[in-house]
């Protein structure tokens, strides 16, 4: 039962991208989904982006290795770094002409400035991509009789067939789909686990000394 829902599931991401196929018919549709996205699924598309495997997979073992501060930048830094952009930069460059930020840097500075700009940011989503990749083979090699590897290539094969299928519109969908079932999860996973502590005041007594702490003892950032 569990290898057939895991097998409809990764169809159904296929059968989405070929859904949002018919919604894209320009260069702005598939990049930006003709900028026509709802609020919903912006949020959405935005949690999944930043907070995806790396968080659900990685966080969790800092956290119990170092506490709140071993998790300090993966969550908390990135959405700190959201609301910063939201707040100061995104109602400015939303309404430009542009599909990417090497396009705000084309209309700013130049061509070259646009080009260099796009060989500096390319080479930084090579390892956030991988993450997700190796997430995703790890998940398939537990849930399928399957390796790690090969689990990999599949992951990345249907992740790239709807994203060439549909750009954003799938890309949309699809993580307000995962999202959705990610929080579900997590959500029913919190109350199974919270259901075994009997004594809350005990349990955050048995922690490590600063377990908890969200702010450095010391500012040596300097050396």
């Known amino acids: 039962m569990l290898v057939v829902f895991v097998i409809i599931y990764l169809l159904s991401n296929l059968a989405i991208g070929w ?9 702005e549709d598939f990049v930006l989904a003709g900028r026509t996205l709802p609020m919903s699924l912006a949020i959405m598309v935005t949690f999944a982006t930043w907070f995806g495997s790396e968080t659900m997979l990685g966080a969790p073992m800092e956290f119990v290795k170092h506490g709140i501060l071993g998790v300090i930048e993966e969550p908390f830094g990135a959405a700190l770094s959201l609301i910063l ?12 002409e542009v599909l990417t930020f090497s396009g705000y840097f084309r209309q700013r500075f130049g061509v ?30 537990l849930l399928l009789p399957i390796s790690k590897e090969i689990g990999i290539v599949i992951g990345a ?17 699809t993580d307000f789909f995962h999202t959705i079932l990610l929080i579900l999860g997590l959500l029913f996973l919190a109350y199974l ?11 955050i007594a048995q922690q490590p000394k600063d ?5 450095p003892k010391t500012n040596n950032w300097i050396h």
């Open 19 to 27: 859904w949002a196929s018919k919604k894209v018919h320009s260069t």
């Open 85 to 96: 952009v939201g707040t100061f930069y995104a109602k400015k460059l939303y309404p430009l």
């Open 112 to 141: 070259f400035s646009e080009r260099l700009s796009a060989i500096i940011m390319v080479p930084s989503y090579f390892g956030w991509i991988a993450a997700q990749l190796v997430a995703l083979g790890l998940t398939l090699h």
């Open 157 to 173: 094969l249907i992740v790239m067939t709807y994203t060439i299928l549909g750009g954003m519109w799938s890309v949309t969908v």
């Open 193 to 203: 686990l919270g259901s075994k502590i009997t004594d809350w005041q005990m349990f």
């Open 211 to 215: 377990f908890f702490r969200f702010i």
